[in-house]
């Protein structure tokens, strides 16, 4: 790991800070909280186009930008996932952190007094990684949601150009979903899904970092999470 | 014993057809399914040896729409189809043959041409309380279909109903009506839907499938991709207006007077699959969207079911909520906010006036 201009861990330290979010992890993060933005911005733009263009098509082509820049920002979110992905398995262990193993005992303990953590101020153990709420929401609205934003998306994608490779790759999501336009219905309110989250997600760093006085925001950043005596590590292959 | 039928070419011979108008209608058939020219050899030989196939036509719970499209049709004509392509032994609208008379048409047909008819099914058949819901000869129309489909060799599903339920389908579906390819499934199955479908389609599939002796090219839900394989979005003369962003807002103004796309008025051109935009209606003369009202999606599935027809996207998939899927994800976000709020409210307060908990 990369020295630091801070020797914030001496030896024998009681608390500290320690490298947590490698590099992949915190690039997918903005990766994908960005495109996510703009795809949200974009796709309410195709949906219900606000703003109508003036004078003769052949001046314009406002529909057609917007719709470019959501599929670009489509593209990136598929790779960003696919990396997360890939990272998942390779990555250090607080890669894995949080992800429901939902037939161990240890991640439904963890989920409860998180729970209660919010609930009742009720400080449960600390985990240096994701807890397990926050690693079935990450896993639900993000990956699950992500994922069916992609499928759905690139399936109504694939349309422009039947039998092309994406239509052999997604064009079977739209049959399953109940045709074209059930597909629009469901990728358009999915993606409110999103909001729901981001709302969450903003205000559970918030919440952590005001109360608890961790620095939980910094760590997307640096990649460093605080640290002292007693927090939770996460096992070797999940936590 | 099965019994060989006269070719095309030898019933249009008895009716005097020389030989120049046949080749003339050979190069117009094959025009009219899509092939290059290369291919009139294979039509004409196809018509002039290949048997003519008996087509039984059954009429279940429709509203006829398919077969007053069929009779419409400007290339090949429905005549030359009817009298000439196929041997159409047995359909309740168009046969002269009444009563007890047709039904022994009909299983004439199966006996005497075993697995080598053609079925075509206009319209689809109730499955609840023993398919009384239709009933035709004092039987229920569920088991003609079914006794009909044992012995054929393809099916074709004409229009919506039989493609896909249409509106007799759509919820509540009080008779339990059930497109064709959920009653039968153990046979090759043409969907052709649409309320009704192009009438040069319906014409081009059974061209197709009597020139080639085989079934065309279908797509995952069974529909002729030579047809059916592009939305109308993509073939739309409007479709400039869509990229250039100008939409038509209410149906009297300036945009609607210009043309411009039907997007916001619920079109459905964006998600159906159909050739109206390239091959029109009404010997070409025009379609929905050309006489300036929105595609309502007829050969979809669940077109009834999917929101008001002059509304887009509306309607979420959400049984007992009748509510657009923005309006549910703004009160969400409110729930959220205000949960969020009431959250942070009370922990302010706590922390204020209560031990700190992390020391608790």
């Known amino acids: 790991m990369p020295t630091y201009a801070l020797k914030l861990t001496p030896r024998g330290a009681r608390f500290g800070h320690r490298p947590v979010w490698e590099i992949p992890v915190r690039l997918t993060h903005w990766v994908t909280a960005f495109a996510i933005t703009a795809l949200f911005g974009t796709g309410m733009f195709i949906s219900w186009p606000v703003v109508s263009s003036q004078g003769e098509p052949f001046q314009n082509f406002l529909m057609g930008r917007v719709r470019e820049v959501h599929f670009i920002c489509a593209y990136f979110l598929l790779f960003s996932f696919i990396l997360r992905g890939y990272w998942f398995f390779v990555g250090n262990k607080y890669s894995r952190s949080g992800v429901p193993l939902i037939w161990r005992k240890d991640w439904w303990r963890a989920l409860w007094h998180q729970v209660l953590e919010y609930v009742a101020t009720k400080r449960g153990p600390v ?6 709420l926050a690693g079935l929401s990450y896993f639900l609205f993000v990956g699950g949601l992500g994922f069916l934003m992609i499928g759905t998306g690139f399936a109504m994608y694939s349309e422009t150009n039947p039998g092309g490779f994406w239509d052999k790759l997604f064009g079977w999501v739209i049959p399953l979903f109940g045709g074209s336009y059930r597909t629009r219905l469901i990728h358009h309110t999915a993606a409110w899904g999103f909001v729901i989250f981001f709302l969450f997600h903003m205000y559970i760093i918030l919440f952590d970092s005001v109360r608890w006085h961790n620095g939980l925001i910094s760590s997307i950043f640096s990649g460093d999470k605080f640290w002292e005596d007693g927090d939770l590590d996460s096992d070797d292959w999940v936590s | 014993m099965p019994v060989r039928s ?28 899509g092939l290059t020219a290369a291919a009139t050899p294979t039509v004409v030989k196809a018509l002039e040896t290949k048997p003519r196939i008996p087509v039984l036509w059954l009429h279940g719970l429709e509203c006829t729409c398919c077969s007053e ?7 090949p004509i429905a005549q030359d189809i009817i009298l000439n392509m196929v041997s159409l032994d047995y359909d309740e609208t168009l046969q002269a043959a009444a009563g007890e008379q047709c039904e022994e048409i009909r299983r004439k047909v199966m006996k005497d041409y075993k697995g080598q008819y053609l079925l075509a099914v206009e319209g689809n058949a109730p499955t609840k309380d023993g398919g009384m819901y239709c009933t035709v000869g004092g039987n229920s129309f569920l088991n003609i279909l079914k006794e009909t489909a044992v012995d054929a060799k393809a099916i074709v599903a004409w229009g919506s109903c039989a493609s896909h339920g249409c509106v007799q389908n759509a919820k509540p579906n009080p008779t339990g009506a059930e497109p064709v390819k959920k009653i039968i499934t153990d046979k090759p199955i043409v969907n052709v839907p649409g309320c009704p479908p192009i009438a040069d389609v319906m014409t081009g599939v059974l061209a197709n499938i009597l020139t080639f002796d085989r079934l065309p090219e279908l797509d995952r839900v069974g529909r002729p991709t030579m047809f059916y394989g592009q939305r109308i979005h993509d073939k739309c003369y409007r479709r400039p207006f869509f990229d250039a962003g100008q939409f038509v807002e209410t149906w009297d103004d300036e945009g609607a007077r210009k043309g411009w796309c039907l997007y916001k008025m619920g079109c459905r051109g964006p998600s159906t699959y159909n050739s109206c935009a390239t091959m029109k209606w009404n010997d070409g003369v025009s379609f929905p969207i050309g006489s300036g009202h929105g595609c309502i999606g007829c050969s979809e599935a669940n077109f009834w079911d999917n929101g008001p027809l002059y509304e887009r996207l509306s309607g979420i998939p959400v049984p007992g909520i009748d509510s657009t899927p923005d309006a549910v994800g703004k009160t969400l976000a409110v729930i959220t906010g205000v949960g969020i709020t009431a959250h942070a409210a009370y922990q302010t307060i706590r922390t204020k006036h209560g031990p700190d908990p992390k020391n608790s």
Do not use: Q
């Open chain 2, 69 to 75: 499209s069929f009779i419409r049709s400007a290339h």
């Open chain 2, 6 to 33: 006269p070719s095309t070419y030898d019933i249009l011979r008895d009716h005097g057809v020389d030989r120049r108008t046949f080749l003339d209608y050979c190069v117009k058939l094959t025009a009219c399914m």
């Open chain 1, 127 to 132: 985990t240096i990684g994701h807890n397990s």
